[in-house]
C-alpha cells in the first residue's frame, strides 16, 4: 500500500465514507499531541489570496491561477487561498460566502458540482474584466501546476540554487450562505487536504492549513501528525488568545493587520506560537504590518512588502555601522 492509499486509508477509517458511517475518533488528549514551534527563520512573504483582491491596481481575482502566479514572480514565498468545499466534495478555491458577488454565477459553492464551478468566470467589474478572463480552479489544479511548472511559477530560492516548492497557506472556508455549522462537510474538507497534499507529495513544512475551528484543526491534526495548522480569530482578540492558550497543538496565530500591534506580537510569540498577519496593500498599511514583527505576512501588494523589508533593512544595517 503506497503512502496516498494509506492515507486516504486512515481518513475513510476513522470517520468512514459518510455521515451515516461516520464514527467519531477515540479521545483527543490536547497535552500528548503538543507540537513545537518551527525553528526561527527570515519572516515569509506571502501573496494574500495571490495578489490580493480586485483593486485599482490589480485586475486580477483573488485566488485565480494569474493572481497567483504573478505573486510568486514577484517575490512572494509562497500563498495563501480560500478553499471551499463544493457540492461533490471537492476543494475549489474562492473567498466569498455567494458566487453572485465576484463571478458569472449564483448560489454558493456548497451547493454547486465542481465541474459547473470551474466553468464560471470572475466578474468584478468593467475596471476589471477587460483586463482578466480567469475561471475558478480547484486545489487540485493549483498543486499539479505548482508540480509541473514549479521553476516557471517561482518560489523562494534554496542555497543549491535550486526553486523550492512554495509555501502554502490554506485559509479553510467551512461556511458560506447556504450552509453553515456542518461539521460532517468540515472533516471532508480535511479528509480530502490530506489525501490531496499526500497525493501530489507537498513538503508539509511548507504548508500551513488555518482555520477559526479548533474542532477542524484537531481533526488534521489526527489525519497528518506533522502538519502546521493555525488558528485564526479576526474579532475579539482577547476571547482568541484564551482560545488559542488552549490550542497546544496549534502552530501558529493568525490576525488580521488591524488587531496586532507589536505588543499583542509579544504576546502571541509568548505562547510559542507563530504570528500570521494578513491584509494591507497600501505603503502605509505595510509598514504598520511590518512594525508588529510577524512571522509571516501575507500581503495584497507583493512589491511594495519587499521595498519595505528592504528599507528595513537598510536602516537596520545603518545602524549597526552607527553603533560601531
Known amino acids: 500500500m503506497n503512502l496516498v492509499t494509506r492515507v486516504w486509508a486512515v481518513a475513510t477509517?476513522?470517520?468512514g465514507a459518510g455521515p451515516e458511517t461516520a464514527r467519531e475518533p477515540g479521545p483527543f488528549t490536547l497535552d500528548s499531541t503538543r507540537v513545537s514551534p518551527r525553528p526561527p527563520r527570515v519572516p515569509l512573504v506571502i501573496g494574500h489570496a495571490g495578489s490580493g483582491f480586485f483593486h485599482p491596481a490589480?485586475?486580477?481575482?483573488?485566488?485565480?491561477?494569474?493572481?497567483?502566479t504573478r505573486a510568486l514572480q514577484r517575490g512572494a514565498d509562497g500563498v495563501e487561498v480560500d478553499v471551499r468545499l463544493s457540492?461533490?466534495?471537492?476543494?475549489?478555491?474562492?473567498?466569498?460566502?455567494?458566487l453572485t458577488t465576484m463571478t458569472n454565477g449564483t448560489g454558493c459553492v456548497s451547493r454547486t458540482p465542481a465541474a459547473q464551478l470551474t466553468l464560471l468566470r470572475y466578474q468584478g467589474g468593467w475596471l476589471y474584466d477587460w483586463r482578466q478572463h480567469e475561471r475558478l480552479i480547484t486545489l487540485e489544479t493549483l498543486l499539479a501546476a505548482l508540480q509541473k511548472d514549479q521553476h516557471k511559477?517561482?518560489?523562494?530560492?534554496?542555497?543549491?540554487?535550486?526553486?523550492?516548492?512554495?509555501?502554502?497557506?490554506?485559509?479553510?472556508?467551512?461556511?458560506?450562505?447556504?450552509?453553515?455549522?456542518d461539521t460532517a462537510r468540515s472533516r471532508a474538507l480535511a479528509r480530502r487536504l490530506a489525501f490531496l497534499l499526500t497525493r501530489y507529495h507537498v513538503p508539509l513544512p511548507r504548508v500551513l492549513v488555518l482555520t477559526n475551528r479548533p474542532a477542524t484543526l484537531a481533526y488534521l491534526r489526527q489525519l497528518l501528525p506533522s502538519l502546521p495548522l493555525g488558528f485564526e480569530f479576526t474579532e475579539a482578540f482577547e476571547a482568541g488568545f484564551t482560545t488559542l492558550g488552549q490550542l497546544s497543538f496549534v502552530q501558529a496565530a493568525v490576525v488580521h493587520k488591524d488587531d496586532i500591534s507589536?505588543?499583542?506580537?509579544?504576546?502571541?510569540?509568548?505562547?510559542?506560537?507563530?504570528v500570521v498577519v494578513f491584509g494591507g496593500r497600501s505603503a502605509r498599511a505595510v509598514s504598520r504590518v511590518v512594525g508588529a514583527g510577524p512571522d509571516s505576512y501575507e500581503v495584497d501588494n507583493v512589491r511594495q512588502l519587499r521595498a519595505t523589508l528592504r528599507r528595513q533593512s537598510r536602516v537596520g544595517a545603518l545602524n549597526k555601522v552607527t553603533e560601531q
Open 13 to 15: 477509517g476513522l470517520l
Open 58 to 68: 490589480n485586475a486580477l481575482p483573488p485566488n485565480s491561477l494569474r493572481s497567483i
Open 153 to 181: 511559477l517561482g518560489g523562494s530560492q534554496e542555497s543549491t540554487g535550486t526553486t523550492a516548492f512554495p509555501y502554502l497557506h490554506l485559509d479553510l472556508h467551512e461556511q458560506d450562505a447556504c450552509s453553515t455549522g
Open 87 to 98: 457540492q461533490d466534495s471537492i476543494p475549489v478555491l474562492y473567498h466569498d460566502h455567494t
Open 262 to 274: 507589536l505588543a499583542r506580537a509579544a504576546r502571541l510569540h509568548s505562547l510559542g506560537r507563530e
